[in-house]
């Protein structure tokens, strides 16, 4: 998986699946968003940011949960403006762990759906 232009030497035998995350898609935008609140923040804040065929790595830098990939680099992830603590999945509300990275794959077989793993690059 890229992002940034960077391969992420992400093999899914060494990922933990988590579920589909629940998303939302805006045809007239093209663009997903995870319903909830949930929002990426740099010059605003931005509900739609997922865009179908992109993956994204979600890490903790000691502050916040940031998202890397997509056209904004690397962003703040929050729920209405707070701290994100758990994300949507199709299994559960998925508990993130700020000692862990996150990866959200996009499923190619699925427009505008994307696959959450615990990341063991």
């Known amino acids: 998986m890229t992002v940034n232009g960077r391969t992420l030497p992400l093999a ?3 990922g933990t699946a988590l579920g589909t995350l629940t998303t939302w898609y805006d045809d007239s935008a093209r663009k997903s968003m995870i319903p909830g609140g949930y ?7 931005h509900w739609l940011w997922l865009m179908p ?4 790595k ?8 940031m998202v890397e990939g997509g056209e904004w680099g690397l962003v703040r ?3 209405d403006g707070g701290p994100v603590t758990v994300l949507p999945t199709s299994y559960r509300e998925q508990p993130l762990d700020p000692r862990e990275t996150y990866v959200v794959v996009p499923d190619f077989e699925m427009w505008a759906t994307w696959e ?6």
């Not at 065929?53 to 994204?56: I, K, P, Q, R, V």
């Not at 979600?58 to 949960?65: H, M, N, P, T, V």
């Open 116 to 121: 959450l793993f615990r990341w063991r690059g």
């Open 58 to 65: 979600i890490s903790y830098d000691g502050q916040a949960w």
């Open 77 to 79: 992830l929050t729920c």
């Open 12 to 14: 899914v035998p060494q």
């Open 53 to 56: 065929g992109t993956g994204y």
């Open 39 to 45: 929002r990426v923040e740099c010059d605003g804040h």
